[in-house]
């Protein structure tokens, strides 16, 4: 008598289904224990190391002031966002970059504001290529710079805040001549624009008016430059009364006592 044989039919499927679940499980069990344990490691993170690259003005200590971190502030506990706010709170500072460093470091990249011209209101400002009004840096940090002014009377100005667009005219003339005329732009002390737009420049020395107009700018202070390279530097400036740039081939000079007119390179009586 034969033995009866058990069969068990085993469902592949199932098997299979349930497989895929457990190691989901697992997964999500591991996943689990990882980020407990990752949170509690962050919380062993602190910023040890603030590095701060491309300040040339701007002090260390005043910028690291500005993050408003407290001390032993772990490296994951705030927002980048609200760090980079609170720099760009300084009217120095154009643009910045904040990145985290493993394990310790906080990485602070900064472009600063380079001022270009200087504008006068209640105080003294600077003023940056782009109109923003900067903030006093310090008593021992000043700049040579013209000054930029307008016939209009001119609103209350603050820092931070944008030069009145009464002054933007001389301001684009400013920075015209710091990129392109710079023998020009370091021999001036004012840069004036009057209701119409028709620029004056005043030399620092002996304030000699130069009579710019409006218009082909960039080619007139071409005219200027040679003109001053050939033949200003070997006159009495004491002896010229003012100068008109405005034309495009010459450049007329007039006297104190007697008036002229000068070629680019020439100069007769």
Not at 29 to 41: N, T
Not at 55 to 70: D, V
Not at 140 to 149: A, E, G, H, V
Request: aromatic letters at 8%.
């Amino acid at each position: 008598m034969q033995n009866p044989i058990l069969k068990i039919k085993i469902n592949k499927d199932r098997w299979i289904l349930l497989g895929k679940i457990s190691v989901c499980m697992l997964v999500l069990m591991g996943v689990g224990v990882l980020h407990y344990y990752a949170i509690q490691w962050s919380q062993l993170l602190k910023v040890r190391t603030i590095v701060i690259q491309g300040n040339e003005q701007l002090r260390l200590q005043g910028l690291c002031s500005q993050l408003f971190l407290p001390n032993d502030s772990l490296l994951f506990s705030f927002r980048l966002e609200n760090v980079k706010n609170n720099v760009l709170k300084n009217s120095w500072v154009r643009s910045v970059r904040i990145k985290r460093i493993f394990p310790s470091t906080l990485a602070i990249t900064i472009i600063e504001r380079v001022p270009v011209a200087m504008v006068s209101g209640t105080k003294t400002f600077y003023v940056d290529a782009d109109g923003i009004i900067l903030a006093p840096l310090s008593e021992w940090m000043r700049f040579d710079l013209p000054l930029i002014s307008s016939d209009a009377q001119l609103r209350s100005m603050s820092y931070s805040t944008e030069i009145p667009f009464l002054l933007r005219h001389s301001l684009a003339v400013a920075v015209l001549m710091k990129q392109r005329h710079r023998d020009v732009y370091a021999l001036l002390s004012e840069i004036h624009s009057d209701v119409s737009n028709n620029i004056i420049l005043y030399t620092y020395e002996n304030g000699i008016p130069v009579l710019l107009g409006k218009g082909n700018i960039d080619e007139k202070l071409s005219n200027l430059s040679a003109f001053w390279i050939a033949s200003l530097k070997s006159i009495n400036g004491e002896q010229i009364h003012s100068l008109d740039a405005r034309f495009q081939d010459r450049i007329i000079v007039k006297w104190k006592n007697t008036e002229g007119s000068t070629n680019r390179n020439r100069v007769t009586s």
